[in-house]
């Protein structure tokens, strides 16, 4: 059996932890990572646990059989989100620091290569089930490691003062997580500017045939290190363009020459033909 992709579970995560747990016991696919029995997760995703926290497992695919290697099998890392203002949501986002600083995993100024369509479809599962559990769904802004060189994403559950991560919330992250598919039909971008939520593509995404790589909020561009929005763009594959939030978000320099700009509506609705 030879997966699409391969949910990484750290052992330091309570969200990582009760997911793992729905899923019990899966069967091995002969494969080892450090000791640890890759295994089935579904028909497309492997399942690997890992003792330390996901966030500093740097270089972990690396660690991978080499027939992933060679096929840059996608890492997925189901997790708790922090936040200081304690948000309840349902987020997803690439990897990787665009500024000077890496507080949180990874290296300074180092960007991890994107899933595009699978974070989208990841995303818009979220939204479906948002509404009955109560909590928003969107993208992250790209951020936080670890730094990898094969596409990788994080899957997010905020909980906010709860002690533990709710039920509800853990049992529908468990159900997507094995599904993660991509659709064809959705067109690529590099996403700059906006909030860190990134509300602008997170709407686009649910309701157009858009699927975003790499994207750098507004505040992210007051540091971003020289050489980041070139990189940004090399490692969203399949990338037709940038779509800025806001006109002016565009206004460094360093954009000019990396992609062409797209528009909203350079991707059809969903529910459409492409």
Do not use: C
């Not at 309840?88 to 300074?108: F, Q």
């Not at 909980?159 to 529908?172: L, T």
């Not at 399949?238 to 700009?261: N, V």
């Amino acid at each position: 059996m030879e997966i699409e992709y391969l949910v990484v579970v750290s052992e330091t995560d309570p969200v990582a932890v009760r997911v793992a747990e729905m899923w019990g016991t899966r069967p091995s696919l002969g494969d080892h990572v450090d000791g640890a029995a890759i295994r089935a997760l579904s028909s497309r995703a492997g399942l690997l646990r890992r003792p330390g926290i996901h966030i500093h497992d740097e270089h972990l695919d690396a660690r991978l059989p080499p027939w992933m290697r060679s096929r840059k099998i996608p890492l997925v890392f189901p997790s708790i989100h922090r936040s200081e203002q304690g948000i309840e949501s349902l987020t997803v986002h690439p990897l990787g620091n665009p500024g000077p600083s890496a507080d949180v995993g990874g290296r300074p100024g180092v960007l991890v290569p994107t899933d595009p369509r699978r974070m989208a479809d990841a995303l818009r599962r979220l939204q479906e089930v948002a509404p009955r559990l109560g909590v928003p769904a969107s993208y992250e802004a790209t951020h936080h490691g670890p730094e990898l060189e094969q596409p990788a994403f994080f899957v997010e559950i905020g909980y906010g003062d709860r002690p533990v991560p709710p039920e509800a919330s853990v049992r529908a992250l468990a159900e997507i997580l094995g599904e993660l598919a991509e659709d064809a039909s959705d067109h690529v971008a590099l996403g700059v500017g906006g909030g860190h939520y990134a509300p602008h593509f997170s709407d686009l995404a649910r309701r157009r045939h858009w699927a975003f790589g790499h994207m750098l909020s507004r505040h992210a561009l007051a540091t971003i290190v020289a050489g980041i929005p070139a990189s940004a763009y090399a490692l969203t594959p399949g990338a037709e363009g940038i779509l800025f939030a806001r006109a002016h978000d565009g206004d460094l320099p360093e954009w000019k020459g990396i992609g062409p700009r797209l528009r909203d509506g350079s991707a059809p609705a969903r529910g459409s033909s492409p």
